[in-house]
């Protein structure tokens, strides 16, 4: 009888439950590449039309309660930290930091749905906010980035 059997080491066990683990730091890896896909895509289509983008969302938001004076600023952060949202979360970089700007940022976009009753996006951006929270929940899974590549930790 092999020592390991012995003292009750079970290399089955082992090796299951460590592809479990390599099966969901890739799980986590692929669902942040993902949102990071989506949020970076937002971003990338209106970063070159941005004073139209910006013209259209302060029409849009021109019969709701909110003032142009908060809308417009919006208007042109939003496409910029799309952009940076999604190429952080694909990179894995700032990644808690990243969720949590995620987070603010699609309470706004909710926020901003409701005043103007624009009821069909919610969803989507609801959609966003759970997957940013349960990548940030999930965040001891965070392994596979670019820092990780760089420096081997």
Request: with cysteine; charged share 10%.
């Amino acid at each position: 009888m092999k020592m390991y059997k012995l003292l009750g080491d079970d290399r089955t066990t082992f090796t299951k439950n460590n592809h479990n683990m390599n099966n969901t730091i890739v799980a986590y890896l692929l669902l942040r590449i993902a949102v990071g896909a989506s949020m970076f895509g937002h971003g990338l289509v209106r970063l070159p039309k941005l004073h139209g983008f910006s013209q259209w969302m302060v029409g849009t938001f021109e019969k709701s309660m909110l003032p142009k004076v908060l809308v417009l600023p919006f208007s042109y952060i939003l496409p910029i930290a799309e952009f940076s949202i999604g190429l952080f979360l694909i990179l894995g970089l700032f990644t808690q930091q990243t969720l949590i700007a995620g987070i603010i940022v699609m309470i706004f976009l909710v926020f901003g749905s409701c005043t103007i009753e624009e009821w069909g996006a919610v969803p989507s951006q609801l959609m966003h906010t759970a997957f940013f929270a349960m990548l940030l929940l999930f965040i001891n899974h965070n392994q596979l980035t670019i820092k990780s590549l760089l420096t081997g930790k």
